[in-house]
């Protein structure tokens, strides 16, 4: 259920192609809600890449929450490196045949031998004498003084020193050179460095390190940072501009995994800063979701029906049709959520066979998957307090969204509601961010509303665990949106909640 490197032989591809996109040469972000596989692609490519001897690094950059800038930038930067180094001393250039590495991490071995040891060896010195660098440079105060003198005498000679600690070596004393000449006069100059400064001086030496890293590795290298959106949205973008500098000219490529609500990735301005979706890089949108129900539908079995096969268990044997339905309609295309519904459905079914009560058959059901659904919402309840910023932030999400609540439990009692199609306000992208969230769920795009002549709408649901238990009201209306004749399910006007006046 959770993204591992040992996990990936369990990796399947949402749609056709998304794993050849996401090793291409190109910067991509991959958009994803939490659970939908984000960080599986991520290690998967990883995974690939290094039995095809292609240097990698992957960060984790939820490490780094906590973070103020440029601290954060820093921290990843010295994290990156140790990924870098770690790749080199092991994938580099470990034999095809060392098995207990290759087999038990990645399943296969590589076909193309190993790098040169020499040259991978100073290659990786090099990444060390840097990290040693970045880390006293993290430990150094904001901003240091530095005091600079130039001595000149004729006939004698010439000297220069640099007193105080430089900042971004973290290293103390004083450096020197002289030479004969005549004369003599003498100046200092006093000035502050910031750590900012010192690390926009020093790209030119990162990107030495990451060209000489693609010329003995003979092609690219990748960088994947995971969950952007865990730093502080003022900084996202200043992290991926970053880092975007350090790739030009290099042969590296970053694959950068969020959330797309919950992200700012390029922000407009003179100069521009991050990267600009299209120009800069390629999105890659890893949410299915139940607009393309059957589609979705099929990844989800699929993925389910791979675990089943290997506990060797027959699906047919113990989920009733109509429960994979409704698993699909409570995950909200979510993988993780898919699965981790399943397993507690498969709890709740056997606790109810235990207490005899058999009236639903002895398989899984539909009313399993709807308890199952109600139990596992306090976990989405943690995971939208971990997932949003300030309180103010998190109180005008749950606001917006007690108010379509109201809408849908006490006025038009169902669980689908619509918004005009194109319509642009502060409440629309919070809806937007309450999808990311997995609160609500887009359900079918481009409705059409009796009365409403010439006019689109986009429709969403409730998540599942919302309204579990609204289903035993008798006039309470699950909207059927998917499968044959289920377009005037979604068609009534009484289901829109915004549109233009």
């Given at each position: 259920?959770?993204?591992?490197?040992?996990?990936?032989?369990?990796?399947?591809?949402?749609?056709?192609?998304v794993l050849a996109k996401a090793k291409s040469k190109r910067h991509n972000i991959i958009f994803g809600r939490r659970g939908s596989g984000k960080s599986s692609l991520l290690q998967k490519i990883a995974a690939d890449l290094t039995v095809d001897r292609t240097p990698i690094a992957f960060?984790?950059?939820?490490?780094?929450?906590?973070?103020?800038?440029?601290?954060?930038?820093?921290?990843?930067?010295?994290?990156?490196?140790?990924?870098?180094?770690?790749?080199?001393?092991?994938?580099?250039?470990?034999?095809?045949?060392?098995?207990?590495?290759?087999?038990?991490?990645?399943?296969?071995?590589?076909?193309?031998?190993?790098?040169?040891?020499?040259?991978?060896?100073?290659?990786?010195?090099?990444?060390?004498?840097?990290?040693?660098?970045?880390?006293?440079?993290?430990?150094?105060?904001?901003?240091?003084?530095?005091?600079?003198?130039?001595?000149?005498?004729?006939?004698?000679?010439?000297?220069?020193?640099?007193?105080?600690?430089?900042?971004?070596?973290?290293?103390?004393?004083?450096?020197?050179?002289?030479?004969?000449?005549?004369?003599?006069?003498?100046?200092?100059?006093?000035?502050?460095?910031?750590?900012?400064?010192?690390?926009?001086?020093?790209?030119?030496?990162?990107?030495?390190?990451?060209?000489?890293?693609?010329?003995?590795?003979?092609?690219?290298?990748?960088?994947?940072?995971?969950?952007?959106?865990?730093?502080?949205?003022?900084?996202?973008?200043?992290?991926?501009?970053?880092?975007?500098?350090?790739?030009?000219?290099?042969?590296?490529?970053?694959?950068i995994g969020t959330i797309r609500h919950r992200s700012r990735w390029y922000v407009l301005g003179h100069p521009p800063i991050g990267m600009k979706l299209g120009d800069d890089a390629d999105e890659i949108d890893l949410d299915v979701t139940l607009e393309k129900y059957d589609v979705t539908?099929?990844?989800?079995?699929?993925?389910?029906?791979?675990?089943?096969?290997?506990?060797?268990?027959?699906?047919?044997?113990?989920?009733?049709?109509?429960?994979?339905?409704?698993?699909?309609?409570?995950?909200?295309?979510?993988?993780?959520?898919?699965?981790?519904?399943?397993?507690?459905?498969?709890?709740?079914?056997?606790?109810?066979?235990?207490?005899?009560?058999?009236?639903?058959?002895?398989?899984?059901?539909?009313?399993?998957?709807?308890?199952?659904?109600?139990?596992?919402?306090?976990?989405?309840?943690?995971?939208?307090?971990?997932?949003?910023?300030?309180?103010?932030?998190?109180?005008?999400?749950?606001?917006?969204?007690?108010?379509?609540?109201?809408?849908?439990?006490?006025?038009?009692?169902?669980?689908?509601?619509?918004?005009?199609?194109?319509?642009?306000?502060?409440?629309?992208?919070?809806?937007?961010?309450?999808?990311?969230?997995?609160?609500?769920?887009?359900?079918?795009?481009?409705?059409?509303?009796?009365?409403?002549?010439?006019?689109?709408?986009?429709?969403?649901?409730?998540?599942?665990?919302?309204?579990?238990?609204?289903?035993?009201?008798?006039?309470?209306?699950?909207?059927?949106?998917?499968?044959?004749?289920?377009?005037?399910?979604?068609?009534?006007?009484?289901?829109?909640?915004?549109?233009?006046?």
């Open positions: 259920m959770r993204a591992s490197r040992e996990g990936v032989k369990h990796f399947v591809e949402p749609t056709p192609g960060v984790d950059l939820e490490t780094f929450k906590q973070h103020s800038y440029p601290d954060v930038l820093l921290s990843i930067l010295i994290k990156s490196f140790v990924e870098v180094r770690r790749w080199l001393d092991t994938a580099a250039t470990h034999p095809a045949n060392k098995t207990s590495f290759w087999r038990k991490l990645f399943g296969s071995a590589p076909t193309k031998p190993g790098f040169n040891r020499a040259g991978t060896k100073a290659l990786s010195d090099d990444f060390g004498k840097m990290i040693g660098e970045l880390n006293a440079f993290l430990l150094s105060a904001d901003e240091s003084k530095i005091r600079e003198s130039a001595k000149d005498e004729s006939g004698n000679e010439t000297k220069a020193a640099l007193s105080a600690k430089l900042p971004h070596t973290g290293v103390g004393g004083e450096l020197s050179a002289s030479q004969t000449d005549k004369a003599s006069t003498e100046t200092q100059s006093e000035y502050t460095s910031k750590k900012i400064e010192v690390l926009h001086r020093n790209i030119m030496r990162y990107q030495d390190l990451f060209g000489r890293l693609s010329q003995l590795a003979g092609g690219p290298s990748f960088l994947l940072l995971d969950d952007l959106y865990h730093l502080r949205l003022n900084d996202q973008a200043s992290v991926v501009d970053y880092f975007h500098r350090i790739a030009k000219g290099t042969n590296l490529w970053l694959k539908k099929a990844f989800l079995m699929k993925l389910l029906s791979q675990f089943a096969a290997e506990a060797a268990v027959s699906l047919q044997s113990i989920l009733a049709e109509g429960a994979r339905d409704r698993l699909v309609l409570a995950s909200g295309g979510v993988a993780r959520d898919f699965l981790t519904i399943f397993n507690r459905s498969v709890q709740v079914a056997r606790e109810r066979i235990i207490a005899g009560k058999l009236a639903r058959g002895a398989k899984v059901g539909s009313e399993d998957v709807n308890v199952a659904a109600g139990q596992l919402g306090i976990f989405k309840e943690e995971e939208f307090n971990r997932d949003t910023g300030t309180t103010e932030d998190r109180d005008r999400l749950l606001s917006n969204f007690q108010d379509i609540l109201n809408f849908c439990i006490f006025k038009t009692k169902a669980n689908c509601f619509l918004i005009e199609k194109d319509m642009t306000s502060p409440f629309v992208e919070t809806v937007n961010e309450l999808v990311d969230l997995k609160f609500l769920h887009r359900a079918k795009f481009r409705v059409t509303v009796r009365d409403r002549t010439g006019r689109l709408y986009d429709a969403y649901m409730l998540d599942l665990s919302q309204y579990t238990g609204e289903r035993a009201r008798k006039d309470f209306d699950l909207v059927k949106f998917w499968g044959a004749s289920s377009d005037d399910a979604l068609r009534k006007a009484s289901l829109i909640y915004l549109e233009r006046a």
